[in-house]
């Protein structure tokens, strides 16, 4: 069974960082290219960053360019978002997903809340 | 960014009655896919490459479309489909989502 436990949320003040995890089991973790995807409270889906399975290629949304940056460990089947210069727009529930060609998303965690505040 | 509209944005429909989601995109995609999203939960993939039923998904529902223009179609609606209904296109980066529909029960 596929499963993906996100990881690392909670209250932080705005400017500061946070990193995120999301554990992966249930499939061949290096197989696969992994995405961050975040819903704020209340709206709707927000594609956030893409890594592919070795990490060659890595895509973000503009709204997080230069300030988040995804990174995985195959070893550990361990997808990240480390999380710099936090606004209260970023507040929002976290999930990672796998992605399947052509462009869609089978499996999704659980996700995580993160609240930007002072 | 191809952006995708929904419509209607909430809806009520009653036990039986056939429902219509409609999801417009800016511009031409090749595919477009759905999420069903309970209260409180993560959204599931429900229907993916236009027209094909995800793992688990009653055939009641139904997808179709192409180009700029496509539909989620529920036959007759039950209880359990009261939910929000999420389009998203894959075709172009970046991927982007619908605003949703909320369905609810009548």
């Known amino acids: 069974e596929v499963q993906l436990v996100e990881s690392g949320g909670g209250l932080v003040q705005p400017g500061r960082s946070l990193k995120l995890s999301c554990v992966a089991s249930g499939f061949t973790f290096s197989n696969y290219g992994m995405n961050w995807i975040r819903q704020a409270p209340g709206k709707g889906l927000e594609w956030v960053a893409y890594?592919?399975?070795?990490?060659?290629?890595?895509y973000y949304a503009e709204t997080v360019k230069g300030r988040f940056t995804i990174s995985r460990d195959n070893a550990k089947n361990t997808l990240y978002l480390q999380m710099t210069s936090l606004r209260s727009e970023d507040t929002a529930l976290y999930y990672c997903?796998?992605?399947?060609?052509?462009?869609?998303?089978?499996?999704w965690g659980q996700g995580v809340m993160v609240t930007v505040s002072s | 960014e191809i952006v995708l509209t929904q419509s209607p944005t909430t809806m009520a429909a009653s036990p039986g009655e056939k429902v219509t989601l409609t999801c417009r995109a800016s511009s031409s995609v090749s595919y477009m896919h759905w999420y069903q999203q309970r209260s409180g939960t993560s959204p599931k993939l429900w229907i993916y490459?236009?027209?094909k039923l995800a793992s688990g998904v009653p055939n009641r529902f139904s997808g179709s479309g192409s180009g700029t223009s496509y539909s989620l179609t529920i036959n007759s609606m039950e209880t359990e489909d009261a939910a929000t209904y999420y389009c998203?296109?894959?075709?172009?980066?970046?991927?982007?989502f619908g605003g949703g529909t909320k369905l609810e029960l009548k």
């Open positions: 490459e236009t027209s």
């Open positions: 998203q296109q894959g075709s172009s980066y970046p991927p982007t």
């Open positions: 890594i592919s399975s070795g990490s060659s290629y890595i």
């Open positions: 997903a796998r992605p399947v060609q052509p462009g869609y998303f089978d499996y």
